[in-house]
């Protein structure tokens, strides 16, 4: 029905700079909130960063002031920029959007694949 792509991973020096894209597919939707998630090797899922519909942004404390996640309505998709990585910032980075499904009352949550992120020293 509806899916995500994911993209922009990659291996990257400390103190670089990557930029991570996420676009909705399928079935036509209003969105609403959108959040990135992030999973290092041995860890819990984290929380990274939110953008509402009215497009508010929130950050973890361990990213404010060097990710910004920023959404383009018009092309359904969600961007997480991030400068000044650290090795510490390796993960696997998930994006995750909450949709309606036009022309229903279907809410769902919808996840994607998942990239790889490593910023090595």
């Known amino acids: 029905q509806v899916h995500l792509v994911e993209s922009g991973g990659g291996e990257v020096q400390a103190g670089g700079s990557l930029r991570l894209s996420c676009a909705v597919a399928g079935k036509p939707v209003t969105i609403n909130g959108i959040a990135w998630h992030r999973q290092a090797p041995g860890k819990s899922r984290e929380l990274v960063a939110t953008i509402s519909g009215g497009s508010v942004a929130n950050y973890a404390d361990s990213v404010k002031g060097r990710f910004t996640i920023s959404r383009d309505n018009a092309e359904n998709t969600v961007y997480l920029q991030m400068d000044s990585l650290k090795p510490e910032d390796t993960a696997v980075y998930y994006c995750?959007?909450?949709?309606?499904?036009?022309?229903?009352?279907?809410?769902?949550?919808?996840w994607g694949q998942g990239t790889l992120v490593t910023v090595s020293s």
């Open positions: 995750d959007f909450n949709v309606v499904i036009r022309g229903t009352s279907n809410v769902l949550d919808v």
